[in-house]
């Protein structure tokens, strides 16, 4: 009897420790087996991980984050973080690449210097006719004063024609030389300037020369990439970036006849004459001056626009001068209220004529001082600068309709339209 209880309570006891063994192995698998099923990922994923509590989460190789593994019983699971940046909605993530239209344009712009001599009095008192009256005008008195200027220039041809401005050149010059980029350096000639456009145009004995090509200034939009080359404090082939900021810019007060392109490409001296191009190499805009209350860069430069400096050009060519359109001697000046009331009109749409000579097609057609020219051939005149742009524009022996305010009453003028190179004299 005491055998068999004692049987049976050992075989409790053996029973309720294998229990125990068993549920102690099923209770590890299962928790071994939740924390590796995440673990298997898709061929050619990063493994996934959790990050351990407190830590960033690990990378894998690639730089990406790893995804989390599960978190330990009773916590809950944290998101991963992404190391990737955001990206904002149409950036590719770099910049544009210039280096191929760079590396051939600045094979076609050139360094200039040109040294200038101007003749003036040796005297402390140079411009008063008193001490003219009693010294004289005795050659020893007289004395050379030499100056030197540089800028950088645009090989248009390969044969040697080399555009530039014409501040580059200046008045007065006896000597031109130009460094080309294979560090030759040539002796060079004018062919012929433009004062009002600022525009020079040079000569080489070269051949073979390397060429920027043409390009449709017109076609310049807002916000387009171009790029500036030239030389400027003498550092030669410098190429700055930017974007066309505006086009038409006037009343700048660098040339007479003004429709600059404005652009944030940096512009500093000596890039005077150098060359503004658009992404695919082409020559848009000739560098000519900047906007600066410091006197170096301040994100304001323009250039004149090919399609103009290539008229400029042509004519130099051809005629050895530019060839624009006049109707004669003419003042005009912006409206402004205070001339408006004094006129007599009610507007302040359009320009005032302020000055003007009997000898001029404008005076003979019948218009007078005080005259507040509205339109020429259909087009509303917003500034002077448009007003000279248009008739300059228009073709010798054609004739404008010019439509004015006189007082009350609205007026129109058939002007014929001449050559600036032709001069009217009347005995």
Known sequence: MLQRLTLSLTLIAAGFIAGLVVTGRTRTAAESEARLAPRTAAPGTATPRTAEPGTAPRTSESGA??????????????AAASSEPVQPSGFTGSGPDFTRVAGQAVKGVANI?????????????PNDPFFRY??????????????????????????????TNNHVVGEHVSQITIALPDKREIKGKVIGTDPAT???LLKIPAT???VIAWGDSSQLKVGEWVLAIGSPFQL?????AGIVSATGRANMGFADYEDFIQTDAAINPGNSGGALINSRGELVGINTGIYSESGGYQGIGFAVPSKLARKVVDDLMQYGEVRRGSIGPLGIEKLTPQLAEEVGVSTTKGV?????????EAYDAGMRP????LAVNGQAIEDPSQFLRQIADSKPGTTAVVKVLRGSRTMEFRLPIVSTSTTRTRG
Request: charged letters at 20%; proline letters at 6%.
């Open 65 to 78: 984050a790893d995804a989390p593994r599960t978190s330990e019983p009773g916590t809950a699971p944290r």
């Open 113 to 125: 210097s040109s040294l200038q001599v101007v003749r003036q009095r040796n005297s402390p008192f």
């Open 134 to 163: 009693f010294f004289g005008d005795d050659d020893a008195m007289v004395r050379d004063r030499r100056s030197m200027s540089l800028g950088s220039g645009v090989i248009i041809s390969a044969d040697g024609y080399v555009i």
């Open 198 to 200: 600022d525009i020079a």
């Open 208 to 210: 073979g020369l390397p």
């Open 236 to 240: 030669s082939q410098t190429v700055t």
């Open 352 to 360: 005032i004529v302020s000055r003007m000579t009997r000898v001029s």
């Open 370 to 373: 005080g005259d507040v020219i």
